[in-house]
């Protein structure tokens, strides 16, 4: 059984910067692959960054050039780092975790999800 604890969200102004953790319990992190999904109000969940467990990164575009996702295996934390936010990318934002040595794209895909952390950009 893994748990995930996601932390550093908050209030921030447009361009501003934010790191979310998502700490990982349990043993064997350095070969789960990693997501970062965020859901806003009314809107469906939807993928923001994923990391195997090799550390192939792959972002959706509306975040390429701005987040980056990035993991600790000796701390068992991955990272987000959100650079240059917008207003819309207000949401909650929740890390996942799968046992697998793939890329992981698909959320039905991971068996292990955090409570989320807010993220709110505005002025």
């Known amino acids: 059984q893994v748990q995930l604890v996601e932390s550093g969200g908050g209030l921030v102004q447009p361009g501003g910067s934010l790191r979310l953790s998502c700490a990982a319990s349990?043993?064997?992190?350095?070969?789960?692959?990693m997501g970062w999904y965020r859901q806003a109000p009314g809107n469906l969940r939807e993928l923001v960054a994923t990391?195997?467990?090799?550390?192939?990164?792959h972002y959706v575009d509306s975040v390429k050039g701005r987040f980056t996702i990035s993991r600790d295996n000796a701390k068992n934390t991955v990272y987000l780092q959100m650079n240059s936010l917008k207003p819309e990318d207000t949401a909650v934002y929740t890390c996942?975790?799968?046992?697998?040595?793939?890329?992981?794209?698909?959320?039905?895909?991971?068996?292990?999800w955090g409570q989320g952390t807010q993220v709110t950009v505005s002025s």
């Open positions: 349990g043993s064997l992190f350095n070969i789960y692959a």
């Open positions: 990391i195997s467990s090799g550390g192939n990164t």
């Open positions: 996942a975790a799968v046992r697998t040595t793939s890329v992981v794209q698909t959320a039905a895909s991971y068996n292990y």
